[in-house]
């Protein structure tokens, strides 16, 4: 489809994406994927996918949704993968389920790339405008305004705007506005949000210093290598080669995954950083009262740190790459919004920083969000219909929680426009399940982020078997091509012949899946040739799922069960005023939620059992008639 910027109300974008982020991204690839004609408008084009953050991908149930994103044909693997520079696997001397892949990336390369890919991805407009505004008609949003004085118009807008809805930096005292540092804020597109009926809050996040590699002293250092044979992050043993975007006039940034190779290091503060920061807490923006967001509780500043746990007097820091052609380093649990001078202080206490050269200062940025709640699980708002959200603005923290949230916006967006089936992934179904559902269920009043351990069924979802438990949701959707499509089916198939085989097939010892079972550690030297030809991928799966089968059949009947409730739709017009016995709280919290069906609405704060047995007998009697 031809790319081109128009202006035109008789002649709509399918969709318009706000934001070019991780979120953003993934949104308007989706939708191009699918067919639909897609206008990206970004701040900046210079800083699409930026890492804001930490130069890394994946980690504890990070690296799962990675692999989950790739499954649904998004972009955020390869890149990963091609712009890497360490690959870890987490947890990697506990079970399966829990290990997850993670990469050290290039973080200028990595945003060079996916600018790239959506420079060259058909159904792609770019254009690098401020969006101020949304254009409503009918309670449908229609478009978009900019700073230009131009509107732009769609059938559907997926707003992505990160940390920049009014975003407030904090350095001590010093108080700058934007999204990050050295960038625009949007400062009036929340006031077009209230004006439509959505409710707006604050929520903060913070990021550390970045300091002169060369004026690191690694001598007071413990070096972290990668992996020898890394795990990567995309699904190549299904993959086209078309997949990866060769063009032949275009040269792609990036490399072979696994070509490049950097450590990390680790590092301790020093005797006097608690001191310092103890005799200047009383200047931080966090304790004196200048930030009101509430801050991620699972990634806090060193000087939370430090009050918090007040009997540890030193704290573990990670000293990261920023990439291979820079000297820029990440210092990884280092975060504050301290004073400028007690930065540099407090940078100088630390045995292999005594000689840090600074090159960018730690700061704290507060900035708006809609509670999720106001969302329906396709991460449509409720209050207007052919708006989408995702992202940071709907209360999440991180590149992947952001990306995956894209990819189901955008995906939905597209499919209202084409007429396609919505995409809604259970909780039962994957890890971005869990997390839309967390968020569209029971909000957040923090930066939300994602554990292995909010997952009930998280032995299911193991990393790599993110493309055969995915693979059916989106056959017709058009997110993969019909030959990797195929690839994945005829890989499903073969992992559940052998599981099947593995349990009637004996070798030394008895049956195979009891002789896997007996040591789980252990691969029997005796397994049939017509296995051990097979990819590994397809290998590592199927002892997978043969070795724990007494755990993943316990789980697999508790989805059942509440499949069960899931059975219980619930109308949207509802009325749960008729529903005599309904305690106050729960009342308002179903009204206010408006859950779709019986299983939804027992998982929302404040529903407890007995409110659930009231609904399924109305509801079970409503039937009947």
């Not at 975060?335 to 930065?343: D, E, G, I, M, N």
């Not at 890989?491 to 052998?498: C, D, G, I, N, P």
């Not at 106050?584 to 206010?592: A, G, M, N």
């Amino acid at each position: 489809m031809k790319k081109e910027i128009r202006i035109s109300e008789q002649k709509p974008y399918d969709v318009i994406v706000v934001g070019a982020g991780h979120a953003g991204v993934e949104a308007a690839l989706a939708a191009a994927r699918m067919g639909a004609d897609t206008l990206l408008l970004t701040g900046n084009l210079d800083t699409i996918s930026k890492m804001s953050c930490n130069p890394a991908i994946g980690g504890q149930a990070k690296g799962h949704i990675v692999r989950e994103i790739d499954a649904l044909g998004g972009e955020m693997a390869v890149c990963a993968d091609a712009t890497a520079i360490q690959f870890r696997v987490l947890n990697a001397s506990k079970g399966p389920s829990v290990q997850s892949p993670r990469a050290q990336c290039d973080k200028l390369v990595y945003s060079a790339r996916m600018k790239c890919i959506c420079e060259i991805r058909e159904n792609i407009t770019l254009f690098q405008a401020v969006v101020t505004g949304l254009v409503f008609k009918s309670g449908k949003v229609v478009g978009v305004k900019t700073s230009f004085g131009v509107n732009f118009y769609g059938k559907t807008v997926v707003v992505t705007t990160g940390t920049f809805l009014k975003g407030k930096m904090f350095i001590g005292s010093n108080v700058n506005f934007g999204g990050r540092l050295g960038d625009f804020n949007a400062e009036t597109l929340s006031d077009s949000f209230l004006k439509a009926g959505i409710k707006i809050d604050r929520l903060k996040t913070g990021t550390p210093a970045r300091i002169l590699g060369s004026s690191i002293d690694f001598s007071c250092c413990e070096e972290q290598k990668g992996d020898e044979n890394p795990v990567f992050f995309a699904f190549y043993d299904t993959r086209d080669t078309e997949d990866m975007f060769h063009v032949e006039h275009i040269k792609i940034p990036g490399w072979a995954p696994g070509s490049n190779k950097r450590s990390c290091w680790l590092a301790d503060t020093g005797e006097n950083t608690g001191v310092l920061i103890k005799d200047n807490i009383h200047s931080s923006p966090l304790y004196s009262g200048l930030i009101h967001g509430v801050g991620a509780r699972y990634c806090p500043s060193i000087e939370d740190k430090f009050v918090r746990f007040p009997d540890k007097d030193k704290h573990r820091l990670f000293l990261e790459p920023e990439g291979l052609y820079s000297d820029e380093w990440y210092i990884n649990g280092f975060s504050t919004s301290l004073p400028f001078p007690v930065q540099l202080d407090m940078i100088r206490s630390v045995p292999a920083l005594k000689n840090a050269v600074m090159l960018r200062p730690a700061y704290a940025i507060e900035y708006d969000y809609a509670p999720p709640t106001q969302l329906l699980p396709s991460l449509e708002t409720k209050n207007v219909e052919n708006l989408f959200f995702a992202g940071q603005i709907n209360g999440t923290s991180g590149y992947e929680e952001a990306a995956i949230q894209g990819l189901i916006a955008g995906v939905n967006a597209a499919s209202r426009v084409l007429g396609r089936k919505e995409l809604v992934i259970g909780r039962d179904e994957a890890y971005g399940g869990v997390l839309i559902d967390d968020l569209v269920t029971k909000g957040t009043q923090e930066p939300y982020r994602m554990f292995t351990s909010r997952a009930e069924y998280r032995l299911l979802f193991n990393h790599g078997s993110a493309e055969l438990r995915l693979v059916d949701k989106i056959e017709d959707l058009g997110l993969l091509s019909d030959s990797r499509l195929s690839r994945i089916k005829k890989k499903k198939a073969l992992v559940e012949h052998w599981c099947e085989m593995f349990e009637k097939l004996t070798i030394k010892g008895g049956i195979i899946g009891d002789v896997l079972r007996k040591d789980i550690n252990s691969v029997p030297p005796a397994l049939p040739d017509g296995f051990n030809s097979l990819d590994s991928a397809i290998q590592e799966e199927v002892l997978y799922r043969v070795r724990y089968k007494g755990y993943l059949s316990r789980e697999q009947k508790s989805i059942e069960r509440m499949k069960n409730l899931e059975s219980f739709s619930i109308p949207d017009s509802f009325d749960y005023n008729t529903v005599s016995g309904l305690r106050i709280e729960s009342r308002q919290k179903l009204i206010s939620i408006r859950p779709k069906t019986l299983a939804q609405a027992e998982r929302i704060s404040g529903v407890n059992p007995a409110d659930i047995s009231l609904l399924m007998v109305f509801l079970s009697s409503l039937k009947k008639k």
